[in-house]
């Protein structure tokens, strides 16, 4: 079945029962868990086991949350697994698949197996050796065995069809692999490499749907452009926009929405979502005090120009009120950034349940 992002998200509010969340729902469904693939948007600590630089367990990250301990979350606090899952009434933090200390009782409410540094195109995560799609999707098969193991092959498989996927990628292609560092323009013009781009997060999807997810909810690009980093690196002197990158994001988000709707045809028992990030997250950096916000063009960490991962660190310093940015590094943004995206979603939506 195939809705917009608007249409989708009335039944994403809809599908939730057995636990108390922030959204009064039906008692008939449920959403028993969350889970997440990508990159570090959605990375809840796997990176943290991971033979890769791009890690963030250390400080000043994770700072206002875990008695600010690092989990390997690239914020200062939660990241929109842990709020959609609370939102949903799940449990309030979705852990590492990874996590040595996770337990057998956190399988069935769902984990993350996301990858800071992936990419929907192999080359993204091979380039900071991260943890790749397929590999994840190798994690995930692994998480079935356990988790039927533990709850037993009826209760497994309705867990496994009942749950809510979030699917978190493409930032890295673009303003990785393909403009800064600059490996794919050889093979690709823009339109073709977000082609390509497309029919890799088509395939994945079939494999997922293949190990019994059904409720996938696919992340379209955020615009890059915009972010503090991209700013830096492509926004000239002024550190503007760059309108090349957030315009090959839209090309990507506009491919997105048709190759769905037309993998869903063949997905019987799909329920498969474009979720448009691009929109709301750029209307947050444009008009940041509409939200409550001052800063829209630097991370909290360090200068704010350019300090990401390894280079935000105990050294960096951080600013003095992170409620006040959008972003928490030159990439990521804050815990409270998050929350007002989630929020802002999920308001607009409740208006299709009365």
Known sequence: ???????????????????????????????????????????????????????????????????????????????????????????????????????????PTGVSFASGGC??????????????LSDQLNHFKDYIGKLKAAVGEEKGNFILANSLYLLVAGSDDLANTYFTIGIRRKQYDIASYTDFMVSSASSFIEELYDLGARRIAVFGAPPIGCLPAQRTLAGGLARMCSEEENQAARLFNNKLPPALSSLAKGLSQSRLVYINIYDPLLDLILHPQKHGFEVSDKGCCGTGNIEVVILCNKLSGTCSDD?????????????????????????????YLE
Request: glycine share 6%.
């Open 1 to 107: 079945m195939w809705m917009d992002s608007w249409s989708w998200f009335g039944v994403f509010l809809c599908v939730m029962s057995c636990c108390e969340g922030s959204v009064k729902l039906p008692p008939n469904v449920t959403v028993p868990a969350v889970f997440a693939f990508g990159d570090s948007i959605v990375d809840q600590g796997m990176n943290n086991h991971a033979a890769t630089l791009i890690k963030c367990n250390f400080p000043p990250y994770g700072k206002d949350l875990n008695a600010g301990v690092p989990t390997g979350r690239f914020s200062n606090g939660k990241t929109p697994p842990d709020l959609i899952a609370k939102e949903l009434g799940v449990k309030d933090l979705i852990p590492a698949y990874l996590d040595p200390n996770l337990k057998t009782r956190d399988l």
């Open 119 to 132: 990419g929907f195109d192999p080359q993204t995560a091979q380039l900071v050796s991260a943890i790749s």
């Open 323 to 351: 409620s006040k940015y959008i972003f928490w590094d030159s990439y990521h943004p804050t815990e409270r950034a998050y929350k007002v995206l989630v929020d802002q979603i999920l308001e607009k939506y409740i208006k």
